[in-house]
């Protein structure tokens, strides 16, 4: 058993490389504000909760434009992105910028924006959320979904990586 005093001496630096370990997906979470203004941000904190009905989870970050759109409006869509949208991964996880400058806005069928070219759109209601920690955790009701064929994008040990290797056999999970 773990003591208490093990747990609280775990500070950010050993939580990000210890979590640095867990292979995840990448996605955009994107809202849009009470304005009307379109916002977004790269997420890998996400996880399916139910099939039946179906619910995911995100966690957002506390004061986050996006964060205020998701839980302002009760809509948000989650944008699972292609192993050949780094570059918007990465666009998306820049703080304090207009992600969308320059993006071609559609929301489709979505009442959100969406992010081009992105494996699945999931179209969301916020079911719940609350705080935990430094984030808002967001539970969101499925409402739409759309998908293509791709590769997904992953990360791993703070590096954005695929799935599989192009021409052969992955000899590790990534190449």
Do not use: K, Y
């Amino acid at each position: 058993m773990v003591s208490p005093s093990a747990v609280s001496d775990v500070g950010p630096p050993a939580m990000r490389r210890a979590m640095g370990r867990f292979a995840t997906g990448v996605a955009v979470v994107t809202a849009t504000g009470t304005d009307g203004t379109p916002h977004g941000m790269t997420v890998n904190s996400l996880t399916s909760v139910s099939l039946d009905p179906p619910l995911l989870l995100v966690c957002l970050t506390i004061g986050a434009r996006s964060t205020d759109a998701v839980t302002g409006t009760g809509r948000f869509a989650v944008n699972i992105l292609s192993a050949r949208q780094e570059h918007l991964a990465l666009r998306f996880a820049r703080r304090g910028e207009d992600h969308f400058a320059g993006l071609p806005v559609t929301t489709g069928s979505h009442a959100v924006p969406i992010v081009p070219d992105a494996l699945a759109h999931l179209d969301c209601a916020v079911e719940r959320h609350f705080t935990a920690g430094d984030h808002v955790v967001v539970f969101g009701h499925v409402r739409r979904v759309c998908e293509r064929d791709g590769e997904p994008l992953g990360f791993f040990g703070g590096r954005f990586g695929d799935l599989t290797c192009r021409g052969h056999e992955p000899v590790h999970w990534f190449c």
